[in-house]
C-alpha cells in the first residue's frame, strides 16, 4: 500500500511536471514559428544563409556586429520585431558599406553568414527596389540620379533609361532602373533617397522577386543561344485554323468552308493602308 | 520561531568570522559576475577589446574563440553544423566547466543569478513561505524540449525566450524590453516559489549540472564532525538538498564531498558556517574519516 502511494505520486509528479513543461513548450514551439517573420525592411547581414536555416545556425553572439567597422548591424533587442539576439539592419539608418574583406562574415563563428562569400559584390541582402514612382521625382521629369550615383555598384546594379517626357514634349526622363543581377541589397540608394520617405527601397529577395516559369524560351535569346534563327525563313508563314476553317481580317472572325484561295488580306502592306482609306 | 530563524541565517558565523569573513565568497562572486560583464563591455564603452561578443560566443584578445555548448548543440538539433571555431570554442568551455563545476556557471558568471538571489534573499528576510511547488525535474524536462523544439523549428527557438542570454547580451547589446524578464523572474522567485527559476526551471542551469557531474572542484564538507546542526548552510543554499549526503550521511559510509552535480559551487555554505565545516576541495578527496585520511594521502 505504502509503495503505491510512492509509486502514485512519482506518477503524478511527473504527469503534471510533463504536461506543464507540454504547454510551455507548445507556445514557445508557435512563437517560434512567428518569430521567423522577418520584418520587410530589416535586413540581414552579407552572406547570411536564407532566413529559416540562419535562425538555427545564428547563436546570437554578436560578434559580426563588433568587426562592423560603420556600426551598421545590431542584434534585435527584446521587444523587436526581429527574432531575438539576430543581426540586422536597416538601410534607410545605416546602410551596409560593402567593405571588400568582409569582416561581419569573417568574425561568424558558426557560418551562419556564409564564409564561402568572398567578393562582396556576389552579397544577395536584398534587392533595391524602386517601390513608388508616383514619388520619385526622377518619374517627374526632375533631375536627380542620387541613387544610380551613390550605388556602389554604379551603372550596374542601378542605371539610368533615358525616356520622352510627354508632359513637356521635349524633356528627357531619367529613370533609375535596378538589376538584380548586380544588385547587392546594400541599401545605399535607400539612405541617399532625398525623399522624406525613400522611393527606392531595399526589400527581401522574396517580396522583391518575381520569377518565370521554368518553360519560358525567350525567342531572341534562343536565336542568340543558337547563332541564328530556330525557324527556317524558308518556311512559308501559314495560319494554322481548324480544317475546312478561314480567316477573315475584316471584323467576320473565323469563316467555314473549303475555299482558301482568297487570302485574307493582300501581301501589299500599302493595301491595308489605302483600302481602309478607301472604305472612308 | 522558523521564520526568524532562517532570516538570521549567517549571524552565528558574522559573529566568528566577521562580516568579511562570512561574506567572502559571496563578495567574489559577486566580482566574478560583474567583472566579466565589465570585461565585455570594456569595448563597447570605452573602446578597449579585450573580449568581444557574449555568453553565447566570444573572442578574446583576438585569439581565444569561447562558445556556449549549450546554444551550440541547439543549432546541431536545428540541422546546423557549426565551423571549426564555434566548435572549438564549446570544447574549451566544456572542459573548464568539467574542472571547476558545471553550474559554477551558474553562480559565477550567470547574471540572472543576482536577480534570484536577491529575490531568495529577500524571501527570507520577509518569512515569506509556501507557494506553487515546481518539480526540480522540470529543467530536464525543459532541456529536452529545448532540444526537441530546435530539431521541429529548424530554429534554436529556445534562444528567443532565453533569460540568461537576453539579460547578459542585452547589457552588452541594448536590454529593450529585457528588464521586463529581469522582473518577472524576480517576483517568480520572490513571491510564487522559492528558488523557482535556477532551482526548478532553468535549462540552462540543467545543462550545465550535465557537464558539471563529474566536475573536479567540489565543496567538501571537511570538518563534518563539528556541525553543530544550526541549519545555516540548508537556509543560504540554493541546492540545499545537495548538503545533506555530504554533511549528515557519516553512518552509511557516505564521504563529505558534495559529490551533486546540481551543486553551484557557490560558497555560501562556506561562509555562513561559523563552525569553518566546509571548503573548496577535489572530488577525489572524497574518503570518510577525512581530516585523517587527506593528511595520509597528503603525507603519502
Keep these: 500500500m505504502k509503495f503505491s502511494g510512492k509509486r502514485r505520486k512519482f506518477l503524478t509528479e511527473t504527469a503534471r511536471t510533463a504536461a506543464g513543461v507540454g504547454v510551455a513548450a507548445l507556445m514557445l514551439g508557435l512563437y517560434a514559428r512567428q518569430s521567423r517573420a522577418l520584418p520587410a525592411d530589416a535586413i540581414r547581414p552579407p552572406g547570411a544563409l536564407d532566413e529559416d536555416s540562419f535562425l538555427g545556425a545564428c547563436i546570437r553572439c554578436g560578434l559580426c556586429v563588433r568587426d562592423c567597422p560603420y556600426d551598421t548591424l545590431s542584434l534585435a533587442a527584446a521587444g523587436d520585431d526581429v527574432a531575438l539576439g539576430t543581426p540586422y539592419f536597416t538601410a534607410r539608418n545605416i546602410p551596409c558599406e560593402m567593405c571588400q574583406d568582409i569582416p561581419c562574415i569573417k568574425a561568424c563563428p558558426t557560418g551562419a553568414l556564409d564564409h564561402a562569400l568572398e567578393n562582396i559584390d556576389d552579397a544577395r541582402m536584398g534587392l533595391a ?43 528627357a526622363l531619367f529613370i533609375p532602373i ?25 526589400m527581401p529577395l522574396s517580396l522583391a522577386k518575381g520569377q518565370m516559369q521554368g518553360h519560358y524560351r525567350l525567342g531572341w535569346e534562343e536565336k542568340e543561344k543558337a547563332g541564328g534563327s530556330l525557324i527556317g525563313t524558308e518556311d512559308k508563314h501559314e495560319y494554322n485554323l481548324p480544317a475546312g476553317s478561314r480567316y477573315d481580317y475584316e471584323g467576320e472572325g473565323l469563316i467555314p468552308g473549303d475555299d482558301t484561295s482568297k487570302v485574307p488580306f493582300s501581301d501589299n502592306p500599302l493595301d491595308a493602308l489605302n483600302g481602309r482609306r478607301d472604305d472612308k | 520561531m522558523a521564520a526568524v530563524k532562517t532570516a538570521q541565517a549567517g549571524t552565528d558565523a558574522i559573529a566568528a568570522k566577521g562580516w568579511l569573513g562570512a561574506h567572502k565568497w559571496l563578495i567574489l562572486r559577486r566580482i566574478s559576475q560583474v ?57 574549451i568551455v566544456t572542459l573548464l566547466y568539467i574542472l571547476i563545476g558545471g553550474r559554477t556557471y551558474c553562480s559565477w558568471l550567470c547574471p540572472i543569478n543576482i536577480v ?6 529577500l524571501r527570507n528576510k520577509l518569512g515569506l513561505k509556501g507557494g506553487a511547488t515546481f518539480s526540480k525535474k522540470s529543467r530536464f524536462w525543459l532541456l529536452a524540449a529545448s532540444l526537441l523544439l530546435a530539431m521541429m523549428t529548424g530554429t534554436i527557438a529556445w534562444e528567443l525566450v532565453n533569460p540568461v542570454s537576453m539579460v547578459f547580451r542585452g547589457l552588452i547589446f541594448g536590454m529593450g524590453m529585457a528588464w521586463g524578464i529581469v522582473l518577472v523572474i524576480f517576483l517568480l ?5 522559492k528558488r523557482a527559476w535556477c532551482g526548478s526551471l532553468c535549462p ?66 562556506i561562509d555562513v558556517c561559523a563552525e569553518n565545516v566546509f571548503q573548496f576541495d577535489l572530488r577525489f578527496n572524497n574518503t570518510q574519516t577525512t581530516s585523517v585520511a587527506n593528511k595520509h594521502e597528503v603525507l603519502s
Design chain 2, 116 to 121: 534570484t538571489d536577491t529575490a531568495a534573499w
Design chain 2, 204 to 269: 540552462v542551469g540543467a545543462f550545465y549540472s550535465l557537464l558539471g557531474y563529474a566536475s573536479i572542484l567540489r565543496v567538501s564538507a571537511v570538518h563534518r564532525e563539528n556541525c553543530n546542526d544550526c541549519m545555516d548552510c540548508f537556509v543560504v543554499c540554493p541546492e540545499h538538498q545537495v548538503i545533506n549526503p555530504a554533511l549528515k550521511e557519516i553512518p552509511t559510509g557516505t564521504g563529505p564531498v558534495i559529490l551533486s552535480s546540481q551543486c553551484t559551487n557557490c560558497g555560501r555554505c
Design chain 2, 189 to 193: 522567485d520572490l513571491l510564487v516559489s
Design chain 1, 178 to 202: 535596378v538589376h538584380s543581377d548586380a544588385c547587392t541589397g546594400c541599401g545605399k540608394c535607400e539612405q541617399a533617397c532625398i525623399l522624406e520617405q525613400a522611393a527606392i527601397k531595399v
Design chain 1, 129 to 171: 527596389v524602386v517601390i513608388d514612382q508616383e514619388a520619385c521625382i526622377a518619374f517627374q521629369g526632375l533631375r536627380c540620379e542620387v541613387c544610380f550615383n551613390i550605388c556602389p555598384v554604379r551603372g550596374k546594379a542601378i542605371d539610368l533609361d533615358y525616356r520622352h517626357n510627354a508632359r513637356s514634349g521635349k524633356h
Design chain 2, 35 to 91: 567583472g566579466i560583464l565589465a570585461l565585455f563591455l570594456l569595448g563597447p564603452l570605452a573602446g578597449i577589446w579585450i573580449i568581444k561578443g557574449n555568453l553565447a560566443a566570444s573572442l578574446t584578445l583576438d585569439v581565444l574563440p569561447l562558445t556556449d555548448p549549450y546554444v551550440l548543440i541547439q543549432s546541431v538539433f536545428a540541422g546546423q553544423w557549426p565551423l571549426q571555431a564555434a566548435i572549438t570554442g564549446a570544447v
